[in-house]
């Protein structure tokens, strides 16, 4: 089965950077795509980014230009850089994989925990 992991969310100030990993195992890593959501309370599940098997990324009107998305097929692991944070980021953060393309739809098949990413004003 495959598994998904996130980390390095944490408390941060507005204007302030983190950097998230998803770590991937139990499946062959260069199969997937892989998207990163985000959620807040009493908010619809919304796409943040996705990154293709070759490398192409898609991005959220909202976070383009602060958030980049990344992987390392030899870590297994898809990165989410985020820069200039703002309080309305704050939500947990769900990475999800699958071996079709969806892009921006939360379709895929396989998702994380999640990681909270708080952002104070």
């Known amino acids: 089965q495959v598994l998904l992991v996130e980390s390095g969310g944490g408390l941060v100030q507005a204007g302030d950077s983190l950097r998230l990993s998803c770590a991937v195992s139990?499946?062959?890593?260069?199969?997937?795509?892989v998207g990163w959501f985000r959620q807040a309370p009493g908010n619809e599940r919304e796409f943040v980014a996705a990154?293709?098997?070759?490398?192409?990324?898609i991005y959220a009107d909202s976070v383009k230009g602060r958030f980049t998305i990344s992987r390392d097929d030899v870590k297994n692991t898809v990165y989410l850089q985020m820069n200039v944070l703002r309080p309305e980021d704050t939500a947990v953060y769900y990475c999800?994989?699958?071996?079709?393309?969806?892009?921006?739809?939360?379709?895929?098949?396989?998702w994380g925990q999640g990681t909270q990413v708080t952002v104070s004003s």
């Open positions: 139990g499946g062959t890593f260069s199969r997937y795509y």
């Open positions: 999800a994989a699958d071996t079709s393309y969806f892009g921006s739809s939360p379709e895929y098949d396989y």
């Open positions: 990154i293709t098997r070759g490398g192409g990324r």
